[in-house]
């Protein structure tokens, strides 16, 4: 199914599903994640700031626009109403100049 695929035509699974897909495949940025998160969930940027991720609702939006600098404590609280957890993920590609260090 393609990324495009509009929230009528998958189910919240194929939704999680092509979500943790792309996660995967590093894709995304975690504003374009955030922001996929709360559209499954059917909630506005106040609603899921607010009830689900216990954030003020300027951090959300920040963040789904890809400014801010989230903290740590922030991103596990992304993270975490969809079992995600935060980490170092190795990129696809290496550059020459870090495989010394």
């Known amino acids: 199914m393609s990324r495009t695929a509009n929230k009528t035509t ?3 699974r194929e939704a999680k599903e ?3 897909a792309e996660l995967a495949a590093g894709s995304l940025t975690i504003g374009q994640a955030t922001k996929r998160m ?3 969930v059917g909630l506005t940027q106040i609603e899921y700031a607010t009830k689900v991720l216990k954030i003020y609702p300027r951090v959300l939006m920040d963040i ?3 400014r801010g600098n989230p903290t740590l404590e922030t991103l596990e609280k992304l993270a975490r109403p969809f079992g995600l957890r935060v980490g170092f993920v190795r990129s696809a590609t290496r550059d020459s ?3 010394d260090l």
């Open 38 to 40: 709360r559209m499954i």
């Open 10 to 12: 998958l189910s919240s």
């Open 64 to 66: 789904e626009k890809g």
């Open 18 to 20: 092509l979500l943790f």
């Open 97 to 99: 100049d870090q495989s």
